[in-house]
């Protein structure tokens, strides 16, 4: 429990019924919750007033019990003091039998991330030239409005595409 309640990231176990049987300090603090209000409880109690955001969570929850795998989302919660976006690894936790038992998460705080791409997003499609960013094996990640215009192809038709498709 120590480790856990050293993480910057919120960390929670919780049994099949969806109900918190643990949770580290992050998770109280990003909450604003005591232990003994979380545990036992389930994500309709903590957010009681976004079941949209709940059902998400939830979907993605048994989408992870039901591979039986490890997966990675990006969730995003109400918070008081506003709406976080988390990257959530979830996995689920087995018995020495291989039954899962469990499912685990451990949730960062992105928002500060998702902030500044979307102020870079912004100053791209401001900007009167065409720009085009290729990864580093040569494929379409992000163009703007002016790419479009000039090449006469949408974002849905380059991205992912060779860069050799606008030469």
Do not use: W
């Not at 007033?49 to 992870?64: F, H, L, M, S, T």
């Not at 018995?95 to 500044?116: E, H, L, P, Q």
């Not at 102020?119 to 002016?146: C, H, T, W």
């Amino acid at each position: 429990k120590a480790i856990l309640d050293n993480s910057p990231s919120a960390i929670y176990l919780k049994d099949l019924e969806n109900r918190f049987i643990l949770v580290n300090k992050t998770t109280l603090q990003n909450h604003g919750v005591t232990e003994s209000e979380i545990i036992g409880k389930t994500l309709s109690d903590l957010f009681p007033g976004d079941p949209e955001a709940v059902k998400g969570y939830e979907d993605n929850d048994r989408k992870v019990i039901e591979s039986g795998e490890a997966m990675e989302f990006e969730e995003s919660a109400l918070l008081a003091d506003g709406t976080h976006t988390y990257l959530s690894q979830k996995f689920p936790l087995r018995d020495f039998s291989g039954n899962i038992y469990a499912m685990c998460g451990v949730s960062t705080d992105i928002t500060y991330r998702k902030n500044a791409a979307d102020k870079i997003i912004a100053i791209l499609e401001s900007a009167p030239d065409a720009v085009v960013i290729v990864g580093n094996e040569g494929i379409i990640e992000v163009i703007n409005k002016q790419t479009e215009k000039l090449f006469g192809y949408s974002k849905s038709e380059l991205i992912g595409q060779k860069v050799e498709m606008l030469i």
